[in-house]
């Protein structure tokens, strides 16, 4: 049997969604890293104050369509022009005004498959277990609450990072532990 | 959060006596090579003509929609919208050569035997819609229709500036929604009447929207201009923030891909049906020089500006963003350009000089009229309840 990898995060929830930023950009500028927030709705100004970098989402996105813009071409240009060549009203066989409509709708699939998948996957989801779940008050992250999740390795102090969240306006903080997934 | 003080604008005397200084050259010399060739002279006239009252409607569309859709984050470029698109009367004005010079644009006015007896029937057809007095009186309505619209959306909202009521927010919603169909209607049968009837016998359906989606490519990129060119002034260009920008460069980028979507419906269509009436507007477009001016537009019009506006970084740079709108300003003319003047000559490609000096005077004209009409006003609608939600518009 593997060993278990134990997870330990300092949840610390704050009464509004300024008041949740303006702490995480604070711990951020103290050092903490790996951070995550949590709240019903997007957090204006909440990817900064993470410091995440600049989405990838675009990139996979630019990807899929090229990918099924080729696709649509290559396809079409097989079947009516080599495979089976079909004369349609004196065209030529190679009519690349009638693979546009293909070629556009293969393009936006693949692209919204790259996005969809994309940020799928880049947010490592679909995520049935997470520690954060140990906590019963987590739930409000849900409803009403505006979470801040700080990790910290398992067997340290946390005390020092609970009171900095305390200080930044937390009205509550927990620590939870657990297997990681 | 209080608004912040910016002045009523006073300035903009030297501005609008040079536009009109340039304006009124370009419509003399227009004039003069009207003496010389009169044919050419209106075909450029045209052009000139449609390319600024294009940027005039597209204007008034986009503000009467942003009016239905109870849009915030446009509130501080609103001002500028209104005045654009309340330049209507001197268009009205400078419509009168083209109907003065009708029977020379449009065949069906005295249409002559060497049409051949198919486009004869078929103007015998259209006879009831086609008559002089009927397409003058249509014109009216139309400049009625943009010109209340128009003034009436300035108006209100300049009395707010003063009055404060919110009343007057109610108001514009309501013509503005309101008015939507009516004047984007009258839009639609301008370009019937006064582009699509440059060929005898053509029609397509999507015609209207063809023209409106190029018109409202040049109203997205003249409002980008204006707000840098205003940027370092007492103007609106000075409230605007990369959200403002980020959201019309978007903007922009979508009425781009619409304007390629319906450029590209409108040719499959004809070009699958391949009947010999319709596919005579695509040949006389697809050979020699009018073919090159096609590439130039699906490359210059279409896959320049997709790749390049879809960075997010550069549709937040306002000094970037404005150079695109400028290049698109310009392609915008070479697309009003290739709907008109292959009528005037279909076998070779052919810009006559009274075109350029008639696009100069037109604008010269416009630009005037929209100046000397804001001084005095508030550069953005100080009294709108919404316009401090503007100001913090932040990038999505």
Redesign the interface.
């Known amino acids: 049997m593997e060993a278990k990898v134990l997870d330990s995060w300092v949840l610390a929830e704050f009464a509004t969604p300024d008041i949740l930023v303006d702490a995480t950009n604070q711990m951020r500028e103290k050092g903490y890293q790996g951070m995550d927030t949590y709240s019903p709705y997007p957090l ?1 100004g909440g990817s900064e104050a993470l410091g995440l970098p600049p989405s990838r989402v ?1 990139f996979i996105a ?1 990807g899929g369509g090229l990918t099924g813009m080729c696709t649509a071409l290559a396809m079409q240009t097989w079947m009516n022009t080599i495979d089976y060549p079909l004369n349609i ?1 004196g065209r030529p066989l190679l009519s690349l ?2 693979w ?2 293909i070629t556009f709708e293969l393009s936006v699939l693949f692209a919204a498959f790259g996005i969809f998948f994309g940020l799928l996957g880049l947010s490592r989801l679909p995520q049935p277990y997470h520690v954060a779940f140990e906590s019963e008050a987590f739930r409000s992250a849900s409803t009403h609450g505006y979470w801040l999740g700080v990790p910290f390795a398992a067997g340290t102090d946390s005390s020092e990072t609970m009171n900095q969240l305390k200080a930044l306006g937390a009205t509550q903080v927990t620590i939870v532990t657990g297997e990681k997934e | 959060m209080r608004p912040p003080a910016l002045p009523r604008f006073e300035g903009g005397q030297r501005l609008w006596m040079s536009s009109a200084g340039v304006g009124v050259v370009g419509l003399v010399a227009t004039g003069v090579g009207a003496l010389l060739d009169v044919r050419e002279a209106l075909y450029g006239y045209l052009f000139g003509f449609i390319y600024w009252l294009g940027l005039c409607l597209g204007t008034l569309l986009l503000l009467a929609s942003f009016h239905a859709s109870n849009a915030r984050w446009p509130v501080v470029l609103r001002r500028t919208l209104e005045v654009t698109g309340a330049t209507v009367p001197v268009f009205l004005v400078l419509f009168v050569p083209v109907g003065l010079g009708m029977a020379r644009l449009y065949p069906w006015v005295t249409p002559s035997p060497e049409l051949g007896e198919h486009a004869l029937q078929v103007l015998a057809h259209r006879e009831p819609y086609n008559t002089v007095p009927r397409f003058l009186l249509r014109a009216v309505g139309y400049f009625l229709a943009w010109g209340l619209v128009g003034h009436f959306l300035l108006r209100w909202s300049v009395r707010q500036d003063t009055e404060g009521s919110t009343r007057w927010t109610a108001w514009q919603r309501r013509l503005g929604s309101g008015a939507l169909p009516v004047i984007g209607l009258a839009f639609s049968f301008m370009t019937l009447d006064w582009l699509m009837a440059l060929d005898a016998t053509w029609q397509s359906t999507v015609y209207g929207i063809y023209v409106y989606s190029g018109a409202t490519v040049g109203a997205l990129a003249l409002v980008v201009v204006a707000g840098v060119a205003t940027r370092d002034t007492q103007h609106f260009g000075r409230l605007l923030t990369p959200g403002h920008y980020q959201r019309l460069g978007t903007l922009l980028f979508a009425f781009i891909c619409f304007w390629a979507y319906i450029a590209y419906s409108q040719y499959m269509l004809i070009w699958v049906a391949s009947l010999p009436e319709e596919v005579t507007w695509y040949l006389v477009r697809m050979h020699g020089g009018w073919g090159a001016v096609s590439w130039a537009l699906i490359l210059g019009h279409f896959v320049l500006p997709f790749a390049v506006l879809l960075s997010r970084e550069l549709k937040q740079r306002p000094r970037a963003l404005a150079g695109v709108a400028l290049w698109m300003l310009l392609l915008h003319a070479v697309d009003t350009a290739w709907l008109v003047l292959p009528a005037l000559s279909p076998s070779r490609a052919h810009l006559p000089w009274t075109a350029l000096t008639a696009w100069v005077g037109v604008g010269g004209c416009a630009v005037a009229f929209a100046v000397w009409r804001s001084r005095g006003m508030y550069p953005v609608p100080v009294g709108d309840p919404f316009l401090v939600h503007s100001l913090q518009v932040r990038q999505p």
């Open positions: 204006h675009p630019l009203g005004p009638a546009i409509p």
